[in-house]
């Protein structure tokens, strides 16, 4: 049984390292929105690449600008923040309870 807890405890200590890099990746897409950078730096491309599909699904079924400034990136962190909170804290709790 120890190492089912240790398994359950590794996906939550992986995934919240996970969710807080993207939350990270995130915030770079929302400030790279407001410059013109470059967007043939592969940096930017990653990024661009990374944020936008997630984004448009926000877009499409939320109308997520107000006046031109658009949300969708916030929208997004509190999805992470609470996917951190509910799904990471349940992991470690079922990890705890396992042993």
Not at 24 to 34: C, F, H, P, R, Y
Not at 38 to 44: Q, R
Not at 49 to 58: D, K, L, R
Not at 68 to 79: A, K, N, R, T, Y
């Amino acid at each position: 049984m120890i190492v089912l807890a240790n398994f359950f405890e590794a996906i939550a200590v992986v995934l919240d390292y996970a969710l807080s890099i993207y939350m990270w990746i995130i915030v770079a897409g929302a400030v790279l929105s407001w410059v013109s950078p470059d967007p043939y730096n592969p940096i930017v491309r990653f990024i661009n690449n990374v944020t936008e599909p997630v984004f448009y699904q926000i877009r499409k079924r939320l109308p997520v600008s107000f006046g031109g400034f658009d949300i969708s990136p916030m929208i997004v962190i509190l999805v992470i923040v609470f996917l951190q909170t509910f799904l990471v804290n349940s992991l470690h709790g079922l990890a705890r309870s396992i042993v």
